[in-house]
């Protein structure tokens, strides 16, 4: 017998991105959603901050195409959160979309959600098409009037506050959605501009997760991305700077020869494509990419082992950020990203600083071998932010060969392993920016590769 409060996923029909509205008053979004045959949601996001202060002017407004373009692709963006609790294989827009647009949330729906497919148990790729109301033509992206300014998005780890660090002289404004005490401290301390947004699910979708929907990871920096854009045409700057790494670009696992990366929406194939879709869609004055694109996370984190300031204050720990959190939770000292930061900032710091950072020595404890040998494993990687298997190699490498480390029991492990799967050379050639950022050849890629040069 069927239980009647169980949530039932085959019983849904397509899922339905329908319609939103924008009250300027409250610089309030909402956005409805509905499958057929099952539930509506409503989700609103909130641009808390006011528009404009004394010493900025403000944006172009809630108002023209480009404006609207930003909604629709936010709207469609974040409708992956209420699209997983069923996965149908079809997206209904109530819009029309070009053939270039519906590709690309195509992309957020299938590659974004490929990880959240294998926790369940679904195929990869997805199967999923996207059906807008009509085929539009592609037209001239419009050009909306801005003061300009530098946006940063700020999360609370060691990537952005190094690019913020960077471009400090260039007057920046900070963002985040629902900031964390701790992000909302860090940015104190940076003494810049922070622009919140309050982003609010609908709470029937945690009943339903309640009741057996299927739940898991989305393409969020695609959404916060999204956020970052509309919101351009409230503040007024017309450079949105990402603090993501090269390898962000690395797949986790390979399912049937099919990637999944849980960095999607970080990835450099992302990144070119939202850059693309903004320029060429919302607004062509408007620019967005990342500034630490050509960087490995051992560079960024040589870098930030200078920035001492900030070492007692940021965290990266996914404890701190989750849901039921608590405002004094700090690093747990026992998952994938603690270990991780741990081992990137490891080579440049003492052992009993990065155990003042962590809040323990990961690295005296055996039985924390396993953890750290998955940084480096072509099958177990894990499903996190952490970076490519080839640095945790090369900085368990560069820690054999200091006195002050090598007898670590998960250094002394591990360090046999690693010595293997990279070379000295190969550690050197981590330390060498390759490809190009986004904001090469302007101020921003200067500051960063000042920032970034040089030895601890």
């Avoid at 209904?92 to 590659?111: K, T």
């Avoid at 050197?428 to 601890?456: I, K």
Wanted: with cysteine.
């Amino acid at each position: 017998m069927n239980d009647p409060c169980r949530f039932e996923t085959e019983a849904f029909g397509a899922f339905g991105v329908t319609r939103r509205t924008f009250d300027t008053d409250s610089r309030t979004l909402s956005l409805h959603y509905a499958f057929e045959h099952g539930p509506e949601f409503v989700e609103s996001v909130t641009f808390e901050s006011e528009p404009a202060t004394d010493r900025r002017a403000g944006g172009p407004g809630a108002t023209g195409p480009g404006f609207e373009r930003a909604l629709l692709h936010l709207h469609i963006a974040a409708g992956t959160s209420y699209y997983k609790v069923a996965a149908p294989d079809e997206v209904v827009i109530d819009d029309g979309l070009s053939p270039s647009e519906a590709a690309f949330h195509r992309h957020l729906y299938d590659d974004g959600l490929r990880e959240f497919a294998v926790s369940n148990g679904l195929a990869v790729p997805r199967p999923v098409s996207i059906r807008p109301a009509r085929i539009e033509p592609p037209g001239p992206a419009p050009v909306a009037i801005r003061p300009g300014g530098l946006l940063v998005p700020i999360g609370g780890g060691k990537d952005s506050m190094v690019l913020i660090e960077a471009v400090a002289e260039l007057d920046p404004l900070l963002f985040a959605v629902n900031p964390h005490p701790l992000v909302t401290r860090l940015a104190a301390q940076t003494g810049l501009e922070l622009l919140v947004v309050r982003r609010r699910l609908d709470p029937a979708l945690v009943e339903l997760n309640r009741a057996g929907a299927l739940n898991g990871h989305v393409p969020i920096t695609a959404i916060v991305s999204l956020i970052a854009v509309v919101g351009s045409f409230l503040y007024g700057y017309d450079a949105i700077a990402m603090a993501v790494e090269r390898s962000a670009s690395e797949d986790t696992v390979v399912v049937d020869g099919t990637p999944v990366n849980h960095q999607y929406s970080k990835s450099g194939e992302f990144e070119h494509l939202l850059g693309d879709l903004v320029a060429s869609t919302v607004d062509a004055g408007l620019h967005y990419g990342s500034a630490l694109r050509p960087y490995s996370e051992l560079a960024i984190a040589r870098a930030f082992s200078r920035l001492t300031a900030y070492h007692g204050t940021f965290c990266s720990c996914n404890t701190v950020f989750r849901q039921s959190a608590h405002t004094a939770d700090g690093w747990c000292g026992d998952c994938p990203k603690c270990r991780f930061v741990a081992l990137m900032l490891a080579p440049f710091l003492r052992p009993d600083e990065v155990a003042g950072i962590i809040g323990r020595d990961l690295f005296a404890d055996p039985a924390q071998i396993p953890g750290f040998a998955a940084l480096m494993s072509r099958d177990d990687k894990p499903f996190e932010c952490v970076g490519e298997r080839r640095e945790s190699a090369a900085a368990v490498r560069m820690l054999a060969g200091r006195p002050e480390w090598r007898d670590a029991p998960v250094v002394a492990a591990l360090a046999p392993r690693a010595m293997a799967l990279v070379s000295d050379g190969d550690v050197a050639d981590l330390f060498v920016p390759a490809g190009e950022s986004a904001f090469a050849g302007t101020a921003v890629g200067d500051h960063v590769a000042h920032l970034l040069a040089g030895e601890a």
